[in-house]
């Protein structure tokens, strides 16, 4: 165990994240330097870095954002719904020298620092990466109630295929095909140039707003900023080596009718959003047949892992058989903080058990949907 580790609280995100060293750091790909500084300059310019040093070296590092809720101001990792598999910077050769003392040390400079935040909201984190386990589970943590499914892909696409029914998924993919043949043809389209990222988000915005709207979900793609943030994000990671962003559609007659972002991070990729179109041909299942023909291409590009992302749906079930748990903290700093932890974690508890309940699930989609 180390001693003498201090806290550190710094305002200036662009001078802290050059001490982001990816041969000797790990972290979450939200809390990777591109992310959060795109976050911070497109959606929340609110955010600092709460780090933990060893002398004059920083060896744990949690970029943070601060939002308004209605009980309050919390501090969160930035990106909100949109950071999933958070994993806080870590020097890899630390990661067993920091201890449940030190993590109190720095919610107690977070605190001190910022007078003004209520709680700590620490959501969809990863219990361990590359091996190491995450320091910020030294607070007290629950499951969410969504885990990240994945498929192992290092057998090759034929044993994939098999975990679900495979001549099905063939049988299928041919009679989808036959279906955007007669349509007037289709293509792959994968995002080479920043203006060809650009255009597939759009036309991804457009399409997630409107199922968005039909299943009573709040856009989350329409707050302030956000598609900003995609915009500058996928469209400064395009056509460079390594891949770290990537967009990806379906066109069928000459119109785009599913897309897909993915991330390539630690490794493994990660389906970051997608959508389809609500259109005539969505019985041809077009979001389905892009991922068959994506899972098929990651398994000749040599990718270990691919991951659907957070949440569990019956199609990601069909390709999966790697199923990993997300965890949350909720810390409170003043009554209003801990007023919203005890109501984050009751919502969060009942969320948990309605999942799990097949029908109850079944039942509270067709409510939502009905509300709206």
Known sequence: MLT???PHISNDINAALTLWEPDSFVSGLPQSTTFVRNWQAHVNADCFIAALYDGGRPILMLPLEVVKSRLGRLARFPGGTHANGNFPILARAYADGIGVDDIRALMRAIHAARPDIDGLLLTRQLGSLNGMANPLHHLKT???PNPVLSASLSSGFDAVLERSNAKRKRKKHRQHTRRYEDAGGYRIVTADTSEEAQALLN????????????????NVFSEPGVRDFFHAL???STGRTP????AKGLEVGGIIRAVIGKSYWVGDLTVEFGGIADDD????SPGEYLFFEDIAQSCVDGVSVYSFGIGDEPYKRDWCDIEQP???????????GGTYAAVYRARNAIAMAVKRNAWAWRLAKKLRARVS
């Open 4 to 6: 003498g580790l201090s």
């Open 142 to 144: 629950a499951l969410n």
């Open 203 to 218: 036309r991804f915005f457009v399409i997630k707003a409107e199922r968005f709207a039909k299943g009573g979900i709040d």
């Open 234 to 236: 996928f469209g400064e």
């Open 243 to 246: 891949r770290t962003f990537e």
């Open 281 to 284: 041909l969505v019985s041809a």
């Open 326 to 336: 997300l965890y949350d903290s909720v810390i409170g700093f003043t009554v209003k």
